[in-house]
């Protein structure tokens, strides 16, 4: 997904949520300017400050492509082996 279209779709949500960039960042444990730079589809952060701002928006990041099943099979075959 373009960083735009995830900005987008992170706004929509929020929006729908009636919270605000400062709410949702307060909720998501993260600052208000990495809500803003997400939603203005900058691309300056991290998947750790990613993820919890998806979850408190109830959205999910899913990979997707040809190799996507094998890596999934070498992450549980790992997380076996912890």
Avoid: C
């Avoid at 040809?66 to 070498?74: A, K, T």
């Amino acid at each position: 997904m373009q960083v735009k279209r995830l900005g987008s779709l992170i706004a929509f949500h929020r929006k729908q949520a009636r919270l605000t960039q400062a709410e949702l960042a307060d909720h998501a444990g993260v600052s208000r300017y990495v809500v803003q730079d997400l939603e203005a589809g900058n691309g300056r952060t991290t998947w750790k400050k990613l993820e919890p701002v998806l979850s408190v928006l109830n959205l999910r990041f899913e990979p997707q492509g040809p190799l996507v099943d094998d890596w999934r099979r070498m992450e549980a075959k790992d997380s076996k082996n912890e």
